[in-house]
């Protein structure tokens, strides 16, 4: 149980189009997921925390406007990078938070982005 | 201030033996969590263990254990009988609160189990 799905596991777009990365839920329902970014030996930093049925809660220092998050159901959560930059490659993960227990997250298995 | 602390980069293991990696951590909230994370080069994220901060005991889960020092604010994972497979990074993350949603994570040690 608590698998998560992430969609693409790697893409290569050009610089000035935008890119959408699905996280699903597989077999849980998650009302909370989130979005972190990891660069090459480092820790992973948190962009945004998405709740379904209502607007994201970005991290300081994270645009709002670049990074567009849905969380449209409660097994989806979509992050869509506008108008990608050379600087905007990176390895991003999605987690989505189990609703009783210790509340663990669970991750999915990242998307690796090259803006050319 | 740095909230998770894993002062060890890099560890090496034979194969077989056991191997402790390190976190502290810091936070003044009586209720908290922490978790073990590993990843692999594919880079998925792994979860592997968590401890409440009520936890009499310290947590158990196979081959893995957390040494849990409350009064030292240490989290330390132990791997008994590493495997090759266990070579991989490591994050020790914490959550805030009963039911607090975020985690931080610490830089993250890099595991290399040798044959």
């Known amino acids: 149980g608590a698998v998560v799905s992430q969609h693409p596991s790697r893409v290569i777009c050009k610089s000035g189009t935008s890119v959408k990365i699905e996280c699903r839920s597989l077999d849980f329902q998650a009302t909370t997921m989130f979005w972190y970014r990891q660069f090459p030996k480092k820790s992973l930093m948190l962009m945004a925390t998405s709740n379904e049925g209502s607007k994201a809660t970005y991290e300081q220092g994270v645009e709002k406007d670049k990074f567009l998050i849905n969380h449209a159901s409660l097994t989806l959560s979509t992050l869509t990078v506008t108008s990608a930059h050379p600087e905007d490659s990176s390895f991003y993960i999605c987690?989505?938070?189990?609703?009783?227990?210790?509340?663990?997250?669970?991750f999915g298995p990242g998307t690796r982005l090259t803006v050319t | 201030a740095q909230k998770i602390t894993q002062t060890q980069p890099g560890m090496f293991v034979q194969e077989k033996e056991a191997v402790t990696l390190d976190c502290t951590y810091d936070?003044?909230?009586?209720?908290?969590?922490l978790f073990w994370y590993k990843q692999p080069s594919s880079g998925e994220m792994i979860f592997l263990i968590y401890?409440?901060?009520?936890?009499?005991q310290n947590a158990t889960e196979g081959r893995y254990s957390l040494n849990f020092q409350k009064a030292r604010k240490s989290a330390n994972l132990v791997i008994s009988a590493s495997q090759l497979g266990d070579s991989a990074m490591y994050f020790c993350a914490m959550r805030e609160g009963r039911s607090g949603s975020r985690l931080t994570f610490g830089e993250g040690t890099q595991l290399t189990v040798n044959p």
């Open positions: 936070t003044s909230d009586p209720s908290y969590g």
């Open positions: 401890q409440g901060s009520y936890d009499q």
């Open positions: 987690s989505a938070r189990v609703l009783a227990g210790p509340y663990e997250q669970y």
